[in-house]
């Protein structure tokens, strides 16, 4: 039996789309940060004034969607060694209050060429969007000097593969 050519080529783009990964990772060096980590999609960036430890900062973000999660990472720079802990603990505070977040689970965060800091931390919690839908999310705060960086994967659903990827490619400074 022979397939018509429509159905056949219809198949085959469709056999094309099934092996077409969920995640295109590419090596991301967000500018000015100084950091490179690796990224499952093509971010987009943007620069916001934000109050961090109570001093106006521009913030960079580059964020991305794929695989039904957000995946980003921010940076600024506080100006002062002496901020930079209490930066750290805001952000990632700032980032459970967003999603009226529960307990936090600790997780193993290793950042090549991140200043040591007590405050750094991977963690991950899970919360609800401002519509009600529930979510997880990851977050890492690191430093590098009086650079303060939050990296973040959101969604429904973590990917445990992917989510290492993105987390274990994390390094700040060249």
Not at 1 to 10: D, E, I, N, Y
Not at 74 to 100: C, F, H, I, K, Y
Not at 136 to 143: I, L, P, S, T, W
Request: hydrophobic share 45%; proline share 6%.
């Amino acid at each position: 039996m022979r397939l018509p050519r429509s159905l056949a080529l219809v198949a085959c783009l469709l056999l094309a789309a099934a092996c077409s990964p969920t995640f295109d990772w590419r090596e991301v060096r967000p500018e000015g940060s100084g950091a490179t980590l690796l990224m499952p999609c093509k971010p987009n960036s943007m620069v916001r004034n934000v109050r961090l430890v109570g001093e106006p900062v521009a913030l960079t973000l580059s964020a991305c969607s794929a695989g039904g999660q957000t995946w980003a990472i921010a940076s600024a720079d506080v100006g002062d060694p002496t901020r930079v802990t209490a930066a750290l603990d805001e952000l990632e505070s700032a980032a459970r209050s967003n999603l009226a977040g529960g307990p936090a689970q600790t997780l193993v965060l290793a950042v090549a060429g991140a200043t040591p800091n007590a405050a750094s931390r991977r963690v991950q919690f899970s919360g609800r969007l401002g519509d009600g839908t529930a979510v997880q999310e990851q977050v890492a705060v690191f430093a590098r000097g009086t650079r303060v960086f939050q990296a973040t994967v959101l969604g429904p659903q973590l990917p445990a593969e992917g989510v290492e990827t993105f987390f274990g490619s994390l390094r700040a400074g060249s």
